[in-house]
């Protein structure tokens, strides 16, 4: 069974960076969608970002795009959320989750369907425990 841990959390100003870490075990991430969740006090959980782990293919929210980046490290068994420009509305506790998905079925219907869909029904099986971006001056 597959375990997410999240690193990298904490204080930045407005405009600053900051780069995420989901570390998997348990299961090897190569036919697994990644995703990362925020919520912030007193708001719903919202999708960021999500991405197919084999070939990388993103997704983001139109919230973040074009500051944030979603990648993964194979080797590493690891998938990173890095923003750049950081706004005060991105303050929130970032949470990772993933689930597999087959090949066979991303083939069929298409790895924008598969991941985008996955990732604004924040459809997946296991979730990590968070960690806490403040964005403040």
């Known amino acids: 069974q597959v375990q997410f841990v999240e690193s990298g959390g904490g204080l930045v100003q407005p405009g600053g960076s900051l780069k ?21 006090p007193g708001k719903e959980r919202e999708g960021v ?11 983001y929210e139109d919230s973040v795009k074009g500051r944030f980046t979603i990648s993964r490290d194979r080797a590493k068994n690891t998938v990173y959320l890095e923003g ?3 706004k005060p509305e991105d303050t929130g506790d970032y949470v990772c989750a ?3 998905v087959g090949s066979t079925y991303v083939e069929l219907v298409g790895e924008d369907h598969v991941v985008q ?5 924040a459809d997946f099986k296991t979730w990590g425990q968070g960690t806490q971006v403040t964005v403040s001056s």
Do not use: H
Not at 20 to 40: E, P
Not at 49 to 59: A, D, E, Q, T
Not at 117 to 121: F, G, I, P, T
């Open 20 to 40: 995420l870490s989901c570390v998997a075990s348990g299961r090897i991430l190569d036919d697994f969608v990644v995703g990362w969740f925020r919520q912030a």
């Open 49 to 59: 970002s999500c991405i197919l782990v084999r070939n990388g293919y993103p997704y």
């Open 117 to 121: 869909s996955m990732c604004r029904k």
């Open 84 to 86: 750049t420009n950081l």
């Open 98 to 100: 993933g689930s597999e």
